[in-house]
Structure formats: C-alpha cells, structure tokens
C-alpha cells in the first residue's frame, strides 16, 4: 500500500534539496572580470577603477582573479565600443563618469547610457582648476575677468575631449562670467595626469581636473588653486580653494563616478555586482580612501543608477544646448 505520509514527506525533502540547489547556484564569476577604464594610467578614473578593484580582491568578494584595462581616447569612445561588442558578458564593465552621457549629446560617440548596463555609482570626485605658482592669476575671479578681456590670452587644459565633464565644468563659470567661449583656448587631454604634466611643463596656463590629482601638488606648492566645483569648500588640502559662487559665477558640478556592464545582463548577474559595490561602498577601507582623496561617497545601486542615468543626462542636455556643444 502506498503511505501517502512518506511521499509527501520526500516531495518536500526533494523540494527543499532544489531550493538549497538553487541558492548554492546562484551567478558569480567564474573566470577573469576585465574592469576597463576609459582613460590613461594615472588619471582619476584609473585611480577609481584601481581603488575598486583593490576593494574586491581585499575584501575577497570575486573568486576569480580581475585585471585593470586603460583604453584612453575619442572621449571614452574606444572603451565604450569595447564594452559595446561584449553585450550580454558579466565578466566584462568600465569605470564610467558624466562623460557617458557628454559624449554622447556632443555627438562624439554614438553609444549612450540605454546601450549598456547600469550597475552603479559610488562617488563623486569634484574638479579643481590650478596654475603653476609664477602665475600672475591669484583666483578663478581674475581668470574670469582676464578672459572676458581677451577670451584667448590663457590656454585652458581639459582633463578629458572637447564637449566633456571638465569642457562643461570650465564653460559654467566662463558663461556666466560673460566670456565668449568661443574665442576660448581649449587644449584637452586623454586623462588628468596628462594635463598635471602639462600644466607643471609650462605648456599650458590653466588647468582643470580631478581633486586627487591637484592636490599634491597644491599641497606641496607646485600649483596654486583657483577654484573648485563644489557647493561648498573642500577639506585637506584643497582648503584654499574658493567655489565659483563664492567668486559670484555659477560652476557647482558634480563630478561623478560610476561603473556599467554590457547591455543584457541578467537579474542574478545584476543582482551579484549590487551586492559587491554595496559591500565595498559600506567598508571602513573605502570610507577612509574617500576622505584622503577629497571623494564623497553617494553609493547608488544598479536600480537607482537606471534611474539616475536618465535624469543626469536630461540635465546635462539642456546645459550642453545652453552652451552650443549638443548634436543630439
């Protein structure tokens, strides 16, 4: 006679077995994550990328082991055509910034934020704008007066392409201070640390860039600082430096920092790097290297960052329109 009681019984048993199945299966890599970054070594993004990389490995959060990918140029447009061609590929993502989005109304790449996968934000690194000490310019205040005399008489280092973060963060309060940015002297640059050894080689007069780049040098008084894009001013060594309302122009910009994966991955691929960057964005470890590099964490995860990525770059569109630099 058949015991009903029994076959219940193993029904469940079998059924729990499959749960646990389920659960020990669960997506995680399985061979080398490639985190590109779309700039030289030595620039901010490939401080952010190397930092995060650092995390996970220290922190024993990837079984496999991970590798840095520099792929400098065409304002990101040869990282994200990479990534591009990977769709559907977990083990591969990029350090990603507001440059997603700039190069795209700009018409320098054709890929946007909806070609790839969300995954997160994790900082905000702010930009700074320096001379080398001999300048004859003491803050942003005199920059601006001096170029609404004569918009060409100082070059102008950009630490990413034409139409950028820093083109922007440079033509905020260059607009508002009445200068025909058109008559502008623009020299831009595959990363920060390019444009530093410009500036400190006498090539080019001004430069913007990443606060953990200027710092150092600021702090050692191998530049002066002019202005920062923050609300409010920075701690350490950037103290010095005066926001750009504080000299009475707009230029608040917030300079953020993110990673996307390539375009369809899955719930639990997606789910499997939430829990990675949240992790990393919650350690003492990562909370400290934000304070030495003047970051401010503002960890977003993959749902937020969607959400996030759209509404940044309706704004940055209509800032970009206001400044002529949009061919979307």
């Known amino acids: 006679m058949i015991n009903i ?42 401080n952010v990328g190397r930092t995060i990389q650092r995390m996970w490995d220290q922190q024993k959060l990837v079984p496999t082991s991970s590798i840095i990918v520099n ?9 994200y055509n990479f990534l591009d061609q990977r769709a559907g590929n977990p083990l591969f993502m990029s350090i990603t910034s507001s440059t997603l989005h700039t190069s795209h109304i700009n018409g320098r790449v054709k890929l946007s934020y909806r070609d790839f996968t969300p995954l ?6 702010y930009i700074a704008f320096a001379v080398r000490p001999d300048s004859p310019l003491q803050t942003g205040k005199d920059l601006i007066e001096a170029l609404r005399k004569d918009p060409g008489k100082y070059s102008l280092a950009l630490s990413s392409a034409v139409g950028g973060t820093h083109h922007i963060s440079f033509g905020l309060p260059l607009l508002s201070g009445k200068v025909d940015i058109k008559k502008a002297k623009l020299v831009a640059f595959n990363s920060t640390g390019e444009a530093v050894t410009a500036l400190l080689g006498g090539h ?19 530049m002066r600082l002019l ?24 230029g608040v910009f917030e300079n953020w920092r993110g990673i996307i994966g390539t375009k369809g991955l899955t719930r639990e691929q997606v789910a499997y790097w939430d829990r990675v960057f949240s992790t990393i964005a919650a350690s003492s470890e990562f909370k400290d290297i934000a304070a030495k590099n003047q970051w401010t964490i503002n960890y977003k995860n993959a749902a937020e960052t969607a959400r996030f990525f759209a509404a940044d770059y309706k704004k940055l569109k209509a800032v970009m329109d206001f400044l002529g630099l949009s061919k979307q």
């Open 71 to 79: 792929m400098a140029g065409g304002g990101h447009a040869i990282a």
């Open 204 to 222: 080019v007069d001004v430069l913007s860039g990443g606060t953990v780049q200027i710092a150092p040098h600021v702090a050692n008084g191998r």
């Open 227 to 250: 202005a920062v894009s923050s609300a409010q001013r920075l701690p350490g060594a950037l103290a010095s430096g005066p926001t750009w309302p504080e000299l009475g122009y707009e």
């Open 5 to 46: 009681f029994k076959i219940n019984k193993l029904i469940a048993i079998f059924g729990l077995a499959l749960i646990a199945g389920a659960a020990q299966a669960q997506w995680q890599p399985d061979r080398n994550v490639a985190l590109i970054v779309p700039s030289s070594a030595g620039g901010s993004l490939d």
């Open 120 to 125: 997160t934000v994790m900082m905000t690194e």
